[in-house]
């Protein structure tokens, strides 16, 4: 049978693939430590819980808008206002089935074929398949390491062309946890205004920073690039809500619109029940919010050092997520492997620990992993890796 072909060129996400084989090992038996999903391991807040119970209780199960509950668009309107100082309408916002979703409508409805979207590597393994997915050309751009993995604004002029659509900024990013400063996002910013790019700010872990660090978005700078930029956003990674699938994309209202037409057509409306949660989450108190964030940074900085001390492993610190990032090309050497994607292969077989390959980010000599697990595990991941360094490099 012959498929679409646009779907012959998707490769399956990175992250779910590690983990569906952890997962695998582990039903059979082995004592797996897996550091490849993205989401707190923290049970979604008891409050917001207890919203979505009252909502089913209720009765407040049928369909909702499209673009989701005018209540829960209220509460976003709120949030971007009392963190970011910004001002929407109703019209400006839609609600989604998860931020990925979110992403997913707007390049279909901003990009027609051919249309070519700035990706900055590393990258979110889902960006490039759904530019792709639209009929869109990804134009990659290296951050490299030396400058935090960011890109800087001589190297987007380079690469802008008359078919340069839109632009991807995640900060803080998934896989590096790194974040653009205010005056970094005035120089992109600014060259964005000047070729009239569409600015999509992925801004989903905004609450999850470290050693003092402050988010901004760049629709904050000015008006202009206000009305240049989508913020997608969510309550996945902040609330502890991955399951809960709701996300948001909020600018320009004939954007909006469109996307909630398509959605009308695609999957009707985000979960009732969950939007409720959601109204919830943002309506309600945020201390679980700093609970987690609290418990990710001293995560970070005990593993953050122990990774380090490994032999081959080179790491910057990362100022938000909960993902460290380090290059591992030495140590795929030191033990005999031709790549990154061969180490972390039999790392997973021999210690039994899943970590993400940098190829499935665009960075093919790093790995990624997620400390959104207990410090236990974690230590304890740190130390098989460490035994598995020892062990391979004893070989050679």
Known sequence: MKLAKRVSTLTASTTLEITAKAKELKDAGHDVIGLGAGEPDFNTPAHILEAAKKAMDEGFTKYTPSGGLPALKKAIINKLETDQ????????????????????TLFQVILDEGDEVIIPTPYWVSYPEQVKLAEGVPVYVEGKEENQFKITAD??????????????????????????????????????LEHNIIIVSDEIYEKLLYDGNQHIS?????????????????????????????????????????????????????????QYATIAAYQGSQGDVEVMRQAFEERLTIIF?????????????????????????????LAGYNDVDSLVKALLEEEKVALV???????????????????????KAVERIARFMEKATAKL
């Open 357 to 379: 390959p940098g190829s499935g980010f665009g960075a093919d000599n790093y790995v990624r992993l997620s400390y959104a697990t207990s410090l236990e595990q974690l230590e």
């Open 305 to 333: 050092e122990k990774l380090n001390a490994i032999p081959g492993f080179h790491c910057i610190k990362p100022q938000g997520a909960f993902y460290l990032f380090p290059n591992a090309s030495e140590a795929a050497k």
């Open 218 to 274: 760049i629709a904050q700078l000015s008006p202009e690039l206000k009305a240049q930029t989508i913020i997608i956003n969510g309550v996945s990674k902040s609330h502890s809500m991955t399951g809960w699938r709701i996300g948001y994309a909020v600018g320009n209202a004939e954007i909006i619109s469109a996307m909630t037409n398509l959605a009308s057509h695609s999957t009707s409306n985000p979960t009732s029940i969950a």
């Open 85 to 104: 100082r910004l001002t929407y309408k109703p019209s400006e916002v839609i609600v989604c089935i998860g931020a990925k979703h979110a992403l997913y």
């Open 155 to 192: 190297q987007l002029k380079n690469v802008i062309s008359s078919k340069t659509k839109a632009l991807i900024l995640n900060s803080p990013s998934n896989p590096t946890g790194m974040i653009y400063t205010k005056e970094e996002l005035q120089e992109l910013g600014k060259i964005c």
